[in-house]
């Protein structure tokens, strides 16, 4: 891993991006893939060692499960991107070949309402393109002998570009080639900005350092601090850290094929890792919002909510052993749990990279490319991401998402 410059090389940067995790480290990387662009570009990151960022907390799981075409695009070209990794990035010989581990997710349906909802999802799949079939409960025995299925409605699998991904190779490719192009990577945490007299745009950027850095443009990808960082702009975000804990467990009696991406009525999921070890996930009930720096595990949810669904729905899960354990955080989007991108209608050179609620690391590229070309072009040449615009925020008006974990 490359190293951070100790300090900022100018005073004035053409793109400040405040976050150096995926999102902005996509972001780096694609603006300086744009021949039209010619800037300087300062990536600050509070945490060069990445410990608490979400990206180094993620599942790194990839699905185009989604109820809305948009996302649904978006994750497509997320494994069009991981799948041709080296192809996106020169040919690069030292660019590993990546591929989707694919195991699929299984959605669960445990009632008719929940069973209807997975059934119009698959026919907005379907018309994307997307591999997603309906199965019984006794189609899903066949296939998955495992699991216990007397409660269950219907289910919905996808075994096409959507499983695990290794997301820690793509983050590492993306600062790599954003640094080599000329990007600079700086260990320091933005405390403040300027706004100009009509308070249109910001002018520069107040770090814990001292230093003030002069911007033309200015992306939030601050993860869960993402409201933090948008206040210092005047803005609002309904932007809070979530806990979300994460669980690998080896199983007594390993299961006899892969074990799907299962999300589970419960709410819980869980996945194949191999060798007869599994990841599982989960929240607690209630699921409020926590202090930036609280990474504390809850032992009493393992005990009193995760294990006893897990061995319930399969109950070869009945005898485990918890061998690693850790806690995330989402950068919850309290509106819809749906991304928050573009430029603010206000504060028109402040741009939104916020709030993707559990799905962040497979929407990288396509949101990253997406930033980038606003930045350069003034709007959008692939994939046209507005629909998840500030506005909808000013308005109170939730994009309703139905596949949502």
Known sequence: MQSFTAEPKHDTYDVVIIGGAIMGSSTAWWLMQDKGFRGRVLVLERDPSYAQAGTTHTNSCIRQQFSTELNIRISQFGAEFVQNLRGFMGNDDRVPELHIQNFGYMYLAADEGFAEVLRRNQKIQAAAGAETR?????????????????????????????????????????RRKAREAGVEYVADEVVGMTLSPAADRVVSVDLRSGRRIACGAVVNASGPRGAKTAAMAGISLPIEP??????????????????????????????????????????????????????AMDPEIWQDKIWPAIATRIPAFEAVKVISEWTGHYDYNTL???????PHPQVGNFLLLNGFSGHGLQQAPAMGRGTAEWIVHGGYRTLDLSAFHYDRIAAGQPIVEGAII
């Open 336 to 342: 819809d749990q749906n991304a928050i991108t573009g």
């Open 134 to 174: 309906l199965m019984t409960p006794d189609q899903i025995k066949a296939a998955y002998p495992f699991y216990e299925v007397d409660d269950l409605v219907l289910g919905s699998i996808n075994t096409h570009d959507e499983g695990y991904f290794d997301g820690s190779t793509v983050f590492d490719w993306f």
């Open 242 to 295: 979530r806990k979300r804990y994460t669980w690998v467990i080896q199983a007594r009696h390993p299961l006899d094929r892969p074990l799907p991406l299962t999300i589970d009525p419960s709410g819980i999921h869980m996945r194949e890792i191999g060798g007869g070890t599994y990841m599982i996930g989960g929240h607690g009930d209630p699921d409020p919002a926590v202090d930036f720096d609280d990474f």
